[in-house]
C-alpha cells in the first residue's frame, strides 16, 4: 500500500523559529510536493520537487525553502516562521511518468506559529 | 494564475438524495481532471479521475460528469450517504507536473 508520512501531527512554534517539516513516501516517487490547506482557499503548491536535488516554485513559495537530499525524503523550511504561516501543510507524491497522475498525500501538519 | 472554480463552498444534503458539485476551468490545456476526497484529520485522497476523451466516467455511486466546450465538470454522488460527508476537492493537471485545485465543498449528509 502506498505510504505518505509526515514528521508530525502538530506543531507549535514561535515566531522566527527555524522550522522543519519532512515528508518521507516509501513508493519510489520522484516527484514529491508541498501544500498548504487554508479553509476557503483550498491547497495551495508551495514547492514541488521531480527528482532528487531538483525543486521548483509552486504558487506560494514566498517564506519557505526546500531540501530533496534523498528520493523518499522531501522537506519542508520556514526559515523565519511567522503567524501568517500558521496553516494545515500537506505533502504528497506522485508515480513518475503519465500526465498528472494520481498524487498520494500524507496526513498533514498543523502548524501553528504564536 | 490558472484558476479552478468550485461550487457550493458547502452543502447539506439527506440520506439518500443525489450530491452535486460543479467545477469550471479556463485553461484548454487542462487534460486531467480528478477528484479529492478528504476526511478530517486525514490527507486528501484520489476519489475517481476523467480525461477529457469522454464525457462520463461512473465508479460506483460517483460520476463525473465532463463537458468540454463548456470547461465545466461536476461530481455526482448517488443516494449519498452519511459515510460519504467529507470535504471533496476537484483539480485539473496538464503536460506538466502540477495540479490546480479548486477551493473545496464541505458535504455534509443528515440522517
Known amino acids: 500500500d502506498v505510504k505518505v508520512t509526515q514528521s508530525s501531527r502538530y506543531l507549535v512554534k514561535r515566531t522566527g523559529e527555524k522550522v522543519f517539516l519532512e515528508c518521507v513516501q516509501d513508493?519510489?516517487?520522484?516527484?514529491m510536493f508541498w501544500y498548504r490547506q487554508d479553509p476557503g482557499l483550498g491547497l495551495r503548491l508551495i514547492y514541488f520537487s521531480y527528482d532528487v536535488k531538483m525543486k521548483e516554485k509552486g504558487d506560494i513559495p514566498e517564506g519557505y525553502s526546500v531540501s530533496r537530499e534523498k528520493k523518499e525524503r522531501f522537506s519542508l523550511i520556514l526559515e523565519s516562521a511567522s503567524t501568517n504561516q500558521t496553516s494545515m501543510y500537506l505533502c504528497?507524491?506522485?508515480?513518475?511518468?503519465?500526465?498528472?497522475?494520481?498524487?498520494?498525500f500524507g496526513p498533514g501538519t498543523r502548524l501553528t506559529v504564536l | 494564475q490558472q484558476q479552478v472554480k468550485q461550487s457550493p463552498q458547502s452543502l447539506i444534503v439527506q440520506k439518500g438524495g443525489i450530491s452535486i458539485i460543479n467545477c469550471a476551468y479556463e485553461?484548454?490545456?487542462?487534460?486531467?481532471f480528478p477528484w479529492y476526497q478528504q476526511f478530517p484529520g486525514k490527507g486528501p485522497a484520489l476519489l475517481i479521475a476523467i480525461r477529457p476523451d469522454v464525457s462520463e466516467k461512473k465508479e460506483g455511486r460517483f460520476t463525473i460528469s465532463f463537458n468540454k466546450s463548456a470547461k465545466q465538470f461536476s461530481l455526482h454522488i448517488m443516494d449519498s450517504q452519511p459515510g460519504d460527508s467529507a470535504t471533496y476537492f476537484c483539480?485539473?493537471?496538464?503536460?506538466?507536473?502540477?495540479?490546480?485545485f479548486g477551493k473545496g465543498t464541505k458535504l455534509s449528509v443528515i440522517p
Open positions: 483539480a485539473a493537471g496538464s503536460g506538466s507536473y502540477q495540479l490546480t
Open positions: 485553461n484548454t490545456a487542462f487534460d486531467y
Open positions: 513508493m519510489d516517487h520522484e516527484n
Open positions: 504528497a507524491s506522485r508515480a513518475p511518468g503519465g500526465r498528472s497522475d494520481t498524487q498520494y
